[in-house]
């Protein structure tokens, strides 16, 4: 299984993105999938997960009610809507993948990671 993660740049304080996040090598309808962020100096925190058939999320507290976590299995493609972006949310973006149906919140839940994307907010 292999997961690719594009979407990411530069971005005025309150503006939007969508990253995206591409899986291949299997049906991505297999997986739970998450989203986690990592800044400099700061240690991996999840910021939103979603089960294999997009009908149950979770997110961090932090970014509740500005992004949405969203999946096409069809397309193979899970997406992180970011809105109201704060320089606060500056980090590289990974995707991840779970064994099964379910939705973690740890990094140790998941089995597959993609690399990176870069989301850089300005004030």
């Known amino acids: 299984v292999q997961l690719q993660a594009s979407g990411g740049g530069l971005v005025q304080a309150g503006g939007s993105l969508r990253l995206s996040c591409a899986v291949s090598?299997?049906?991505?309808?297999?997986?739970?999938m998450g989203w986690f962020r990592q800044a400099p100096g700061k240690e991996r925190e999840f910021v939103a997960g979603?089960?294999?058939?997009?009908?149950?999320?979770r997110y961090a507290d932090s970014v509740k009610g500005r992004f949405t976590i969203s999946r096409d299995n069809a397309k193979n493609t899970v997406y992180l809507q970011m809105g109201s972006l704060k320089p606060e949310d500056t980090a590289a973006y990974y995707c991840a993948a779970l064994e099964g149906q379910g939705i973690g919140v740890r990094g140790e839940d998941y089995d597959y990671w993609g690399q990176g994307t870069q989301v850089t907010v300005s004030s």
């Open positions: 090598g299997r049906a991505s309808s297999s997986y739970g």
């Open positions: 979603i089960n294999w058939r997009g009908g149950s999320t």
